[in-house]
């Protein structure tokens, strides 16, 4: 299968081109693509054939799979997630789009769409105008998972040169976006009430 490589500039996404990597998500392509931390692997999340395949390339099973979506704004929130805190909503609020994972309890449509029990979902908003134009187009949330590499000291591949080499014949388009980061995003579980961070990225939390 041949790869689609376009580049694209966070400033301004050329329309045509997310144009262009939306049809490919609508017929079941997965994706490699920029973010405001690292790069992401993705699909369109209601493409059950496209999320089991991201869930492969990943070397994953589908119903162990913490995949997050990514979504243009906090409009689709209550789509897949139980009512938040007001507290929960304002935290939120004063840090996306921004580099964080929020953990937030799921509703009946997550684990359907895992054919799994999962009762948390991971919303991400990141930063950068190039992957929420794609998602805005596409008109929900697309599926993330960071890519990663098999070496011990580079956890994540910033390069987009490098990305296209290693997955052009998994994926049917990447991204190049300039490089990415190589630290992912802040982990914050709410699904508790309170809240956490999990993972302390590259995202710094206020308050």
Avoid: W
């Amino acid at each position: 299968m041949s790869c689609l490589h376009l580049k694209l500039y966070n400033e301004n996404p050329n329309e045509r081109h997310v144009q262009q990597i939306v049809e490919i998500l609508r017929s079941g392509g997965v994706i490699i693509y920029p973010t405001d931390t690292v790069y992401g692997i993705g699909c369109d999340i209601f493409n059950k054939k496209a999320v089991e395949r991201v869930a492969r390339i990943k070397g994953i099973k589908l119903e162990k799979a913490n995949f997050s979506f990514i979504c243009y704004d906090l409009s689709h929130l209550s789509d897949f997630t139980k009512a938040v805190s007001n507290t929960t909503y304002k935290l939120m609020k004063r840090n996306l789009p921004g580099a964080f994972t929020f953990i937030l309890n799921a509703n009946n449509n997550v684990p359907k769409l895992f054919e799994s029990k999962k009762k948390t979902v991971g919303i991400r908003i990141p930063d950068n105008n190039i992957c929420r134009a794609i998602v805005k187009e596409l008109g929900n949330p697309i599926l993330t998972t960071s890519v990663r590499t098999d070496d011990a000291i580079e956890e994540y591949i910033t390069d987009p040169e490098l990305l296209l080499e290693k997955f052009e014949n998994v994926v049917d388009a990447v991204v190049d976006g300039g490089y990415g980061n190589n630290t992912a995003s802040t982990i914050v579980d709410c699904s508790l009430g309170d809240f956490e961070i999990v993972r302390q990225g590259i995202g710094e939390l206020s308050f």
